[in-house]
């Protein structure tokens, strides 16, 4: 767990050290862990609302537990907000989501690139594709209703769409990156309006996860400075802007994407490598990091729900190993493989599994959860909690692997996994042919209870 533990937190861990508070099956390696928690200033970067801005990393996690009681401890800190511990999610004995298929786009609506879709209030899909730059407006029952965009500067025109959202009002945003510029449309695809998000100078990326009703925007913000030989993970914040849009304040702070420097200053992608994730909807925004089960779901600028849990207790096998590499490089033409063969075999190799590798949430709040899945596994866990952290149910879907994937260096990747959105009932989940076209299977679902 890489954000920093709040003084509630603290406290929490030095009563169970007391013996002031009741040991739950599982606890104790978790209260090792803590001990051993080490810290590690990254780098502090000048850019506007973040001078002086230090990420100090601590570990924290659960040691294996007993795979039949998957303990859970729950508290709220003096603020109220909930922190759950859970020590290991595929232990949890949870119902399964039922779904049913209501349509899917691949007989009727080509797309190439999906950067993301979304659902709007009467369950109408609008989907962003980045290499035709066009929004496609779907009715309930999966007809096109409207097109919207093109490629360009102008208003109503993208050159890289990073991604497409419903703010806390109803608004529907496209953001497009190179531009560092919103676009609001009507539910029929005209525009309404337009705004900047001003990230100062400088290497960096930002993608916005949540615009509340005052117009003011939450964004993951990754700075990409040079770094020193060896492992390293550039810090990637929560930030805010106000509704001019202009970053004036950080919320918190999690560590990046592991990647491996050479001398030369090169970054060498780590196979299963530990990032951060994050993810937003509505007034809702989700982020964490995956060394262990380390999340925080705000809600606005408030912090909602802490999520703190275990490593994974998976080892990563050299046929898995293999396979993933394999697998990513059959992307590339033959005469480039050998060089990138050459940058991971100079990379670090990681021993576990990270906890898991994609989030989301809904409009409620409520906290989706992939698991990182080996290889050969066509599918995906996904486990839901409510926001206040309260397990829902499991569902399985077909796992949509990266273009670039485990190749990638950044945290800030631009690739969507398979659950693109939730919401209304449904859930979109993007799906490749077998030609490596993309299309979108839209499900009604039924949680438990």
Request: hydrophobic fraction near 40%; glycine fraction near 10%; include cysteine.
């Amino acid at each position: 767990m890489s954000e920093q533990l709040n003084p509630e937190e603290r406290e929490i861990l030095e009563r169970f050290d007391r013996g002031e508070l009741r040991r739950a099956v599982g606890v104790e390696d978790e209260m090792e862990r803590a001990r051993q928690a080490a810290r590690a200033t990254l780098m502090s970067r000048r850019i506007p609302g973040l001078v002086g801005a230090v990420l100090s990393i601590a570990a924290l996690g659960c040691g294996e537990a007993d795979q039949e009681t998957a303990p859970t401890f729950a508290t709220v800190d003096s603020a109220g907000v909930e922190i759950l511990r859970l020590s290991d999610l595929h232990a949890l004995d949870l119902p399964p989501i039922e779904t049913r298929l209501v349509y899917s786009t691949a007989p009727d609506v080509e797309l190439a690139d999906v950067a993301g879709a979304v659902f709007l209030p009467d369950s109408s899909l609008a989907i962003a594709d980045r290499q035709s730059r066009e929004i496609v407006f779907l009715d309930p029952d999966g007809g096109v209703r409207a097109r919207s965009g093109r490629e360009g500067e102008g208003p109503g025109e993208y050159t890289f769409i990073e991604r497409i959202g419903v703010g806390a009002d109803g608004t529907l945003f496209v953001y497009d990156r190179r531009q560092r510029r919103f676009t609001f449309l009507d539910p029929r695809g005209e525009l309404t309006g337009v705004q900047q998000l001003e990230q100062g100078t400088g290497l960096g990326a930002a993608v916005p996860l949540a615009r509340l009703e005052g117009g003011e925007v939450l964004a993951a913000f990754e700075t990409r400075p040079p770094l020193p030989p060896g492992l390293q993970r550039a810090p990637v914040f929560l930030v805010f802007a106000d509704a001019a849009g202009v970053i004036v304040d950080t919320l918190a702070q999690w560590a990046g994407k592991e990647r491996h420097v050479t001398r030369d200053g090169t970054w060498n992608p780590v196979m299963f490598g530990a990032t951060a994730l994050f993810a937003g909807r509505g007034v809702h925004s989700l982020m964490g990091t995956n060394d262990s089960l380390a999340l925080t779901l705000y809600r606005g600028v408030e912090p909602l729900t802490r999520i703190r849990g275990g490593y994974s207790p998976r080892t990563i096998t050299a046929p898995e190993r293999d396979a993933l590499t394999e697998r990513s490089l059959g992307r590339f033409p033959e005469e480039v493989q050998a060089d990138w063969r050459q940058r991971l075999e100079a990379s670090t190799v990681r021993d576990a599994y990270p906890a898991y590798e994609a989030l989301a949430v809904d409009p409620e709040g409520r906290i989706w959860i992939g698991d990182f899945p080996p290889p050969a596994d066509p599918e995906r866990r996904w486990t839901v909690l409510e926001a206040d952290g309260r397990p829902v149910g499991v569902l399985r879907l077909p796992v949509l692997h990266g273009r670039w994937g485990p190749l990638e260096t950044v945290a800030i990747t631009s690739e969507p996994h398979e659950l693109v959105d939730v919401g209304h009932g449904r859930i979109a989940v993007l799906r490749r042919g077998e030609f490596d076209e993309e299309f979108i299977e839209v499900y009604e679902v039924e949680l438990p209870g």
